[in-house]
């Protein structure tokens, strides 16, 4: 029997403080060895001038316990208002999140009665690091973060996820016949770590994200741990969500190394707060996600068992009430208080759950650094004269070769267009020039670089951004051109 443990808890917004409230008299009621400290989060705290929605007082309280039960919040449109999940997340380094999806026919709407999946997201990178620039006038861009330690991290979580909970598939999904590196990054850890000894017996399989969303909406049914990331992620999650019609009964968890954010799916739905008709049932199944975590297994089966009976008992809030299938429509209240009733009692039309002291804690291996070197720079240049002729702009550059570079091609939206690029291709005025080095070496200097930079301006070009390319023990570190 493990120690109690203090969470900080949080009732949010909306029907925040009412599933809030069910969730906790349901974990009392089950014996949950938990102590609370609560905090106030979301809409009030953001008018208040908190940025982040969350004062510092009580993100000290958040920093100390390190496990949260949150309910939903509202967040004001406008204003430049960030997101309090995004800060939790990458503050606390939540790099998993975890959403289960199982369908809950009949009594819940779904064209695929055996689904049970769960989406394993990448929480931090991704294009969700938010770093966007406007560079021509017709040309934005966003940069797509992915970081070995962050392809491990989830990879392993989600491998580690499988054999805590006996399950068979783990397939991963990414676009890595297109982004290479980032994408490419991601399916090689994921198929390294999945020939490591000790997972043997999961099978494990990779799908381009396309067919892998198609496949999730079309045949979830043959799909058993999904892990990919940040983007893909979010996007099907919530097809999955669909598809099982269970949006409104899912938790979710947002796991680290050493700290855990839980969470009702859901929003806050400020149109029908306080008015005891919201479902609890999202912020219950992240409370037993919660309880797992903390190695209270026991306290987790028994809720989880009292939840799918009263699902299974017809007791039903407005939500899913179905006059064909439903025995009794209750509100919020009413419905914890069923669960409460039901704790001891097993489901007898679902499988009954059952939950081990399964909290998944991961380390990541050392890797010894690779030799870098430094070939050459992409100069980014915002060009919108002589109709955008390549070969103008092409013959112009060439003429700043020298010190150890010269201009290799240029690419318009990654197609090259100088020398000899194919011909009526379209062009905006964002024109990437590739300069390479010309010492037998193959590499070339910083100052170098910097002198080409002085060249490349006074020879009158607005240069926006320079990317430089690497190798790593040798081996190429970017991306060909479409036509190199």
């Known amino acids: 029997m493990s120690d109690t443990t203090s969470i900080t808890i949080a009732r949010g917004d909306g029907i925040g403080p009412e599933i809030m ?153 990414t676009k890595s016949n297109i982004m290479k590196h980032t994408d490419g990054l991601f399916q090689r850890v994921f198929e390294q770590i999945s020939q490591e000894p000790q997972y043997a017996d999961i099978h494990t399989e990779h799908r381009i994200i396309d067919i892998g969303a198609a496949l999730v909406a079309a045949h979830p049914e043959d799909l058993d741990v999904i892990v990919t990331l940040n983007l893909y992620g979010d996007i099907v999650s919530d097809i999955a969500a669909l598809v099982a019609g269970s949006v409104g009964l899912a938790g979710s968890a947002n796991i680290g190394f050493d700290a855990a954010m839980f969470e009702a799916v859901h929003g806050s739905a400020p149109d029908i707060a306080g008015q005891d008709i919201a479902n609890p049932s999202g912020l219950i199944n992240a409370a037993t996600m919660m309880l797992v975590h903390l190695d209270q297994g026991d306290i987790a089966t028994k809720i989880g068992n009292a939840w799918l009976k009263t699902l299974e008992d017809g007791i039903h809030t407005g939500d899913i009430y179905k006059e064909s299938i439903s025995k009794q429509k209750v509100g919020t209240k009413g419905f914890a208080d069923a669960v409460i009733e039901r704790l001891g009692q097993v489901p007898s039309s679902f499988p009954p759950a059952s939950f081990k002291n399964q909290g998944i804690h991961i380390t990541l291996p050392e890797h010894p650094p690779r030799t870098k070197k430094l070939v050459g720079v992409d100069v980014f240049i915002d060009w919108d004269e002589n109709d955008r002729d390549p070969d103008v702009i092409g013959d112009r550059l060439a003429k700043v070769d020298g010190d150890g570079l010269r201009l290799k091609l240029i690419t318009n939206r990654g197609v090259k267009v100088y020398p000899e690029g194919l011909a009526d291709i379209f062009c905006t005025d964002h024109w990437r020039c590739r300069f390479v080095a010309t010492a037998e070496s193959g590499v070339c200097t910083h100052s170098q670089i910097s002198s080409l930079m002085l060249r490349v301006a006074n020879a009158g070009f607005d240069f926006i951004k320079t990317e430089h390319l690497y190798t790593f023990d040798d081996e190429r570190a970017y991306s060909l051109a479409q036509g190199e």
């Open 21 to 173: 409230d069910a969730t906790l008299r349901v974990l009392k009621a089950a014996g949950a060895r938990l102590e609370y400290e609560e905090i106030e989060i979301g809409e009030k705290q953001y008018l208040a001038g908190q940025s982040s929605g969350i004062s510092p007082e009580d993100w000290k309280t958040l920093l100390k316990n390190r496990i949260f039960l949150k309910a939903p919040i509202t967040t004001p449109l406008g204003g430049g208002y960030k997101s309090l999940n995004v800060t939790v997340r990458k503050s606390l380094r939540l790099f998993s999140n975890v959403r289960p999806c199982r369908a809950y026919a009949p009594y819940v709407n779904t064209n695929f009665p055996n689904i049970d999946m769960v989406i394993i997201r990448e929480n931090e990178e991704d294009l969700y690091a938010g770093i966007e620039h406007q560079q021509t006038d017709k040309v934005v861009q966003s940069l797509k973060l992915v970081s070995r330690p962050g392809c491990e991290a989830i990879c392993r979580y989600a491998m580690e996820y499988a054999r805590a909970y006996g399950r068979k598939k783990v397939t991963c999904l």
